[in-house]
């Protein structure tokens, strides 16, 4: 029997001496385990050397075929399990690549009986198993880090191993025992790039960091990524697809999007489009997500599926999927979920769906277009006479939108503003569901006392309008067709939400609009505002006052600007306190204008004279000017041009006099 040690390892040691005992120490060799036979201690210093020490060896019968060997001889080759190499000579198995000499070797060693100590054997077997085309050369540079050099010629085939590779890799779920994840990242790099080695590997070691973030984020393996193995898609109930962005080629599809789609469990994907396959088209779709997706969010989108004659939402994002960035898309069919809520709401949804309202109101820029856009679209489904939205303004309630239908009896748009309280009864079936009906209202006013507001009332729906913790009010839809009441309430409980928020988009609009037209440092209108000021000022004859600070320069060089903006806001409060009708504006950076009813110059003359007697009790020294014009003007601005005119030539006036007390005080 030949027996062959791959490592003559003990036998190199100077300190072997020591080493030795405490290596059998440390397996339970001791005295007393010698002392027990040799059998026993044959048997376990045999099953050592095979499963634990880590020493390549193995051995052969008299045919050099393989009768056995070490854990590490095996692990060190690829193999599983020795029963792959047993009766199998070198040969057959081709990993050596001198198997002659070999051979050779272990004949001598049989036949003479004498070890053979520093045979040098070349294996072929690493390049049996590589993944990586033998014309490569690969080189360890870290713990987990590989150079693979190569001729661009081999581009293509290294793209495909390295594919291959990721897929094993990621494919590894346990390692000595332990349950683990692991993934292979890439860079690429070509000589032409760099001058030397060393600029290549920084150049590669800087490009594996941005793949890295591309695919996870600069945070891969903190808390804040969550990873799913793919075989929870392969059983969930939503269409799963992932697609090149590339190419739009499809990669994967689970069971619910190929049971969808009428497409067996084995059918190949190869050649398959997205877009054909999805969507029925020969090409792209146009309004494709691709450009506009990342690792970091998703995008929502209701499509109209013509290969499935259904509405679909869809949920897009890219993914990392064997190596590359994917294209992930879940799919519900908002059919087949209607259909199911139908089944016990008995929603039906006629003319006009849920969306098609959202769509109207949502597509608006303006928010209040979108409301009365969706308003319609609501009555017209439900063939109401009206529908009216009530807005709460702390105690009291106002109507603020009204839609009515061509045939119905007008009701007025001046309904004045009236306590919460008048409607409690309401508001207590709020408490109890956000959306009610009231099927005939004039029992339910003989039976609750309830008081209505409007007149020629049979059946009302009521739908709370809130967002979060904000309530806005609600909508009331007026004498809705009989048949449509029990329809209308799960359509309502849709649709209140999106009310809600356009109301919410309006406030914010308005907040913004009126934050744009106020200059934040006196709180007076600026320009823009003046503007729309104008438009509000009822028709007559106006004054206009163009005042301008004096010696605001001289305060900010000698105070600061902090004491010139404090005179700025002095200036500013005079005008607002002279101003019954506040229409005071900040022009500029010391300039600013007044305007007020007047019903000649005389009065104005009188009033600009005030102006003067005020400023200087306020000790802020200014220049006035004033003009006249009847609301509304043809020309604004030529009117303003000559209020500033005359405000000029008195601030001329002053700087002379201002001259001549320097000259005189000199």
């Given at each position: ?18 080493i030795i005992p ?43 075929r ?12 690829g ?13 057959e ?17 049989m ?20 993944e ?14 590989f ?10 085939r ?59 984020g ?6 804040d ?30 069971k ?18 997205c877009?054909?396959?999805?969507a ?19 995008i929502?989108?209701?499509?109209h ?15 990392p999927?064997?190596g590359k ?18 089944a016990h ?5 006629q ?15 303006d ?16 063939d ?18 009204f ?9 007025s ?6 306590p919460r ?15 009610f ?33 904000h ?18 309430v ?38 823009r ?6 438009k ?37 409060s ?90 005189t005080?000199?």
């Amino acid at each position: 029997m030949l027996i062959c040690l791959c490592r003559d390892f003990m036998s190199r040691q100077p300190d072997r001496q020591t080493i030795i005992p405490q290596m059998l120490d440390s397996y339970g060799l001791s005295k007393e385990f010698f002392a027990a036979g040799s059998d026993t201690m044959t048997a376990s210093i045999w099953r050592i050397l095979l499963d634990n020490l880590g020493i390549e060896f193995f051995w052969k019968d008299r045919q050099h075929r393989f009768r056995g060997a070490s854990k590490a001889f095996l692990k060190g080759r690829g193999v599983k399990d020795v029963a792959e190499i047993l009766g199998k000579t070198d040969a057959e198995l081709g990993w050596l690549l001198h198997t002659t000499h070999a051979q050779e070797t272990e004949e001598k060693v049989m036949q003479t009986g004498e070890p053979q100590l520093d045979v040098q054997e070349y294996l072929s077997i690493g390049h049996r198993i590589q993944e990586i085309p033998t014309a490569c050369s690969v080189a360890r540079v870290g713990s987990c880090r590989f150079l693979v050099l190569a001729k661009a010629a081999q581009d293509v085939r290294l793209q495909q191993a390295i594919l291959n590779l990721t897929q094993k890799i990621h494919a590894i779920e346990k390692v000595d025992g332990n349950d683990c994840t692991l993934f292979l990242h890439h860079a690429q790099a070509h000589g032409s790039e760099v001058r030397s080695i060393d600029s290549l590997l920084q150049l590669l070691v800087k490009r594996l960091h941005r793949a890295e973030e591309k695919l996870y984020g600069v945070t891969l393996y903190s808390n804040d990524n969550l990873i799913f193995p793919r075989e929870l898609f392969d059983k969930i109930e939503f269409g799963v697809s992932i697609t090149d962005p590339e190419t739009h080629d499809v990669l994967y599809l689970n069971k619910a999007q190929r049971d969808e789609l009428g497409m067996l469990p084995d059918t190949p994907l190869t050649g398959k489009k997205c877009y054909s396959l999805m969507a029925g088209n020969n090409a792209p779709c146009e309004d494709c997500y691709l450009d506009k997706l990342d690792h970091t969010s998703c995008i929502t989108d209701i499509f109209h599926s013509q290969v499935l004659n259904a509405d679909r939402l869809l949920c897009h994002t890219l993914v990392p999927w064997n190596g590359k960035s994917r294209h992930f898309c879940m799919s519900i069919n908002l059919d087949r979920y209607l259909q199911r809520h139908a089944a016990h709401e008995k929603v039906l949804y006629q003319e006009l769906s849920v969306n098609d309202i959202i769509r109207a109101g949502m597509y608006e820029l303006d928010a209040e277009n979108g409301i009365r856009k969706m308003m319609h679209r609501l009555g017209s489904l439900l063939d109401a006479d009206h529908v009216l939205i009530a807005e709460e303004d702390e105690t009291l309630l106002r109507f603020s939108y009204f839609w009515e239908a061509r045939t119905a009896q007008p009701i007025s748009r001046t309904i004045k503003p009236f306590p919460r309280e008048d409607i409690r009864l309401i508001y207590e079936q709020f408490a109890k569901a956000p959306v009610f009906t009231i099927d005939d209202v004039e029992q339910f006013c003989h039976e609750s006392g309830y008081a209505p507001r409007l007149p020629n009332l049979q059946r009302l729906i009521f739908a709370r309008l809130r967002l979060d913790d904000h309530i806005y009010g609600y909508i009331e839809v007026v004498n809705p067709a009989p048949e449509q009441m029990e329809k209308a309430v799960p359509l309502l409980r849709a649709l209140a939400r999106f009310f809600s928020i356009l109301l919410r988009n309006r406030n914010l609009m308005q907040r913004i609009d009126r934050l744009s037209k106020v200059a934040p440092l006196t709180g007076v209108m600026n320009r823009r505002g003046l503007l729309d000021s104008l438009k509000d000022l009822p028709s007559g004859m106006y004054a206009f006052f163009f005042g301008d600070l004096n010696g605001l320069k001289e305060t900010n060089d000698k105070l600061g600007h902090d004491a010139g903006d404090r005179l700025i806001q002095s200036a500013a409060s005079v005008f607002v306190h002279s101003c019954p009708t506040n229409a005071v504006f900040r022009m500029g950076g010391d300039e600013f204008l007044m305007i007020q009813a007047v019903q000649d110059e005389q009065e104005a003359s009188a009033i600009n004279d005030r102006l003067h007697d005020r400023f200087r009790t306020a000790g802020i020294s200014i220049s006035l000017g004033f003009s006249m014009a009847a609301l509304p003007a043809i020309n604004i601005d030529a009117v303003l041009a000559e209020a500033d005119c005359h405000m000029y030539k008195e601030k001329v006036e002053h700087h002379k006099t201002r001259h001549q007390h320097q000259a005189t005080d000199a």
